[in-house]
């Protein structure tokens, strides 16, 4: 079988098996956005976390949640590139400098993609 041929019968397969599940796929995710019901993991979760299911979220609320997450990735990236000669598989690679590690934490959660390092 030649390569373009191959292709061609990866390209076919993939948009196969798209369309097969578009309908049950849909009726699925329409079905859990549209139910009030709350599953066993979820309310589990939720008691562990203190949250109410049935209570919505204020865009005050929602806006803390966000700025939360955010400062938190912040500084679990910038400890991964700071800490990365200690992790496994680091391969020979030194952690950043702070600067440069701040910088790139920076770029990755706010997606503005200005990383400063070089490929191998």
């Known amino acids: 079988m030649s390569e373009l041929s191959s292709t061609l019968l990866t390209d076919l397969a993939l948009v196969v098996l798209i ?11 329409a079905k859990v956005f549209q139910s009030q019901k709350v599953g066993w ?15 919505s979220q204020s ?3 929602y806006a803390a ?13 910038y400890g991964i590139l ?13 952690g950043m400098s702070p600067a ?8 990755f959660v706010t997606n503005t993609n200005w990383q400063n390092y070089s490929g191998p």
Not at 41 to 55: A, H, L, N
């Open 65 to 77: 949640s966000l700025l939360s997450f955010s400062g938190i990735s912040v500084l679990f990236l």
């Open 100 to 107: 440069l590690a701040w910088n790139t934490a920076i770029s």
């Open 41 to 55: 993991f979820e309310k589990r979760f939720y008691s562990i976390i203190g949250i109410d299911s049935r209570s």
């Open 19 to 29: 369309g097969a599940s578009v309908i049950p796929l849909g009726n699925y995710m």
């Open 82 to 94: 700071r800490l990365q000669q200690y992790l496994p598989w680091a391969e020979g690679f030194k």
């Open 59 to 61: 865009w005050k609320g």
